[in-house]
């Protein structure tokens, strides 16, 4: 499969518990960004990472948020101590390494919807 | 601060008839803009990336324009077909990877 993998596509936590959600990106991208999709309200951005660094986490919630993309593995979202406003759908893109040759084009994950009951 | 605005909100059309939705941003300093389709419940797939240096780019049935000084981009659907019904996402971008979104327009094609 050559798309954005994002798992678990649903994910149900009662306050206070920690949600983590992983993201592998495509095939030969480098580079994996987190989105949150609150409900009614349009994709805002979170967190920018490439291997091992985070680029970009001008969008993180500052406290209960961290993000990280170790050299082996997925990227995963965490979020510590949820409360019923994490509720919404998380979404993660990838793309290619930002040199002069290529767009900037972004592919989407099918997003991982968390609930907190 | 960049406002991406997509009008309008929902369109319904009958099958066959053309489809134009419109995007305008505040700010026209933008790296690119690009259009996405989104299903209910599902994520979000990739239509058209239009760089600023272009005006244009079209891909089979769709048609996006950019016009960077008016601060507007236009997606036309040629020839809808009910397949077509879902949210169309516009989001513009400064700076690598980081996209502003609007809201979308949310299209319903009936047979």
């Known amino acids: 499969n050559a798309g954005v993998m994002q798992n678990p596509r649903h994910l149900v936590r009662r306050r206070g518990q920690e949600a983590r959600l992983r993201c592998s990106p495509m095939k030969g991208h480098s580079h994996v960004y987190w989105y949150r999709q609150l409900p009614e309200e349009g994709l805002k951005f979170m967190v920018y990472?490439?291997?091992?660094?985070?680029?970009?986490e001008s969008g993180m919630p500052k406290e209960r948020f961290s993000a990280e993309f170790p050299k082996e593995g997925p990227s995963i979202l965490r979020i510590q101590q949820v409360v019923r406003g994490d509720s919404a759908a998380y979404f993660c893109?990838?793309?290619?390494?930002?040199?002069?040759?290529?767009?900037?084009?972004?592919?989407f994950g099918e997003g991982s919807r968390l609930t907190v009951l | 601060k960049q406002e991406v605005t997509q009008i309008p909100a929902a369109l319904s059309v009958p099958e066959g008839e053309n489809l134009v939705l419109n995007c305008s941003f505040t700010?026209?300093?933008?790296?690119?803009l690009q259009w996405f389709r989104q299903d209910p419940g599902k994520g979000l797939t990739s239509l058209l990336l239009i760089q600023s240096s272009q005006r244009e780019q079209t891909s089979g049935r769709l048609n996006a324009s950019l016009d960077k000084s008016s601060g507007r981009s236009t997606l036309y659907i040629a020839a809808s077909q009910p397949g077509d019904s879902a949210t169309y996402l516009c989001a513009v971008s400064h700076s690598w990877g980081k996209l502003q979104f609007g809201a979308g327009t949310q299209v319903v094609v009936t047979p």
């Open positions: 990472l490439q291997k091992e660094n985070i680029i970009d």
């Open positions: 893109a990838s793309s290619l390494e930002p040199t002069a040759a290529n767009t900037g084009e972004l592919f």
């Open positions: 700010d026209s300093a933008i790296y690119n």
